[in-house]
Structures are given as structure tokens and as C-alpha cells.
């Protein structure tokens, strides 16, 4: 599962460490998130390498993921009977929604495998269940009807390799949504604006407390 905690460990540790919270967009959904009254919220990066643990993305629930699960419980005919990627899943909030809007298959995949537990626990509070991967999807092709990706244009060199094989599965015919609220490397080109929302985020996390977050189609 990770270097310093085991399965068994590793949902302990959640448990231990957040609190079973909706979402402010998403009311709907219950996850296990990190809040101010919980130690994980205040560790550094290097404390929680020292455990073995990469930077818990699991435990927030980021402006575009929340927009994109909103859209998609808005517009269940978005996935509805359709076999649905989650990528870069975190805390598994984007594929939960597309299972409750009866998605026929959803897989969650993030390269963070202590996602896995995070994951199995939300779908569980959530009563779905979803499928995940700790592998790098990244140019590969599982024939997915839609792939769902929120919060994902952070980084120069990440936008640079999702941006072709985006292209590449939007061309055989995929449906790709991306959630995004106005990161850096979000493409200035080939997207198609489908809602628009002011999603409430934590301050501590984000420059304001409420993120203007589009969700857009490649087109």
C-alpha cells in the first residue's frame, strides 16, 4: 500500500485523521476529509514522508473536483450506463458521483496508492463501489466512454503529457471533462465551457475562499 503503513494501517490512519464531511458543492457526497481540528491538516510534507505517506491530496476536496461532481450529479446523462474514468482521483469525490449517477463502471485511478484506501472508504460511506488503479494511465487506452479529470492543469510538465492524450481519446470518440478553477496550464484552446460555478474552498489550500470553477469539454 505505502512504504510505512500497510492496508490495514493505512485506513486506520484515515480514520484517525479526518472526519466524515460533505463537501460544500456537493452536499450530496460524504468524505473522509482533513479539517483545522485534525493533526494531518498541519503536517509538513516532510513529516508525513517520514511515514511513508505522500502529500495527502486524498483528504481535500479541491474547487474542480467539487465542480465536476456537481455537473455530473446535475447531468446524470453525462455518464449514465457509460464506462467512466476518474483520473488523478484523490479522494475519489469525481468517480462516487459518477457511480450515484449510474455510471455503468467507474475506475478510479491516482499514482498516490494510498488513494486505494481512501477511496474504498469514501465509495463505502457513499455506498458504491468503484475500481482502482495505482498505475500511470497516462497514454494508455482502457476503451473508457468518458474520462473525468479535476484539477489537473497545476503543473507545466504534467498539462504537457495529459494535453495529447486527452486529444487522443477525445479522437476515437471519449468524452473528456476536465473541472478547473483557472489553474495555470489549463489549455487556452480546444475547450468547450459546459457550467460555471463558485465553489467554496479552504483558505489554507487556495487564494480565496471561493474559486470561480469551470467544467469544460475537449472539444
Not at 2 to 21: H, S
Not at 40 to 46: A, G, N, P, V, Y
Not at 107 to 131: G, K, M, Q, S, Y
Amino acid at each position: 500500500m505505502t512504504r510505512g503503513l500497510g492496508p490495514g494501517e493505512a485506513e486506520d490512519f484515515i480514520l484517525a485523521n479526518t472526519a466524515l464531511l460533505a463537501p460544500p458543492h456537493v452536499p450530496e457526497i460524504a468524505l473522509h476529509l482533513a479539517d483545522e481540528a485534525h493533526d494531518l491538516w498541519r503536517r509538513t510534507e516532510e513529516e508525513l514522508q517520514e511515514i511513508g505517506l505522500q502529500p495527502p491530496f486524498w483528504a481535500f476536496a479541491w474547487a474542480g473536483g467539487q465542480a465536476l461532481a456537481r455537473f455530473i450529479l446535475d447531468n446524470p446523462d453525462s455518464v449514465g450506463g457509460k464506462r467512466v474514468l476518474d483520473f488523478a482521483s484523490g479522494s475519489g469525490l469525481v468517480g462516487i458521483a459518477a457511480a450515484k449517477a449510474g455510471a455503468a463502471g467507474v475506475t478510479a485511478a491516482d499514482i498516490d496508492p494510498f488513494c486505494e484506501a481512501a477511496i474504498r472508504l469514501n465509495a463505502a460511506a457513499n455506498h458504491v463501489a468503484l475500481a482502482f488503479t495505482d498505475a500511470d494511465l497516462v497514454g494508455g487506452d482502457e476503451g473508457w466512454d468518458v474520462v473525468l479529470a479535476g484539477d489537473v492543469f497545476y503543473d507545466r510538465a504534467f498539462a504537457e503529457r495529459l494535453l495529447p492524450w486527452f486529444a487522443d481519446l477525445h479522437a476515437r470518440g471519449a468524452t473528456v471533462l476536465v473541472g478547473d478553477p483557472g489553474r495555470a496550464y489549463l489549455p487556452k484552446s480546444g475547450l468547450e465551457p459546459l457550467a460555471t460555478y463558485e465553489v467554496a474552498v479552504t483558505r489554507a489550500l487556495e487564494d480565496a475562499e471561493v474559486k470561480k470553477t469551470t467544467v469544460w469539454r475537449l472539444a
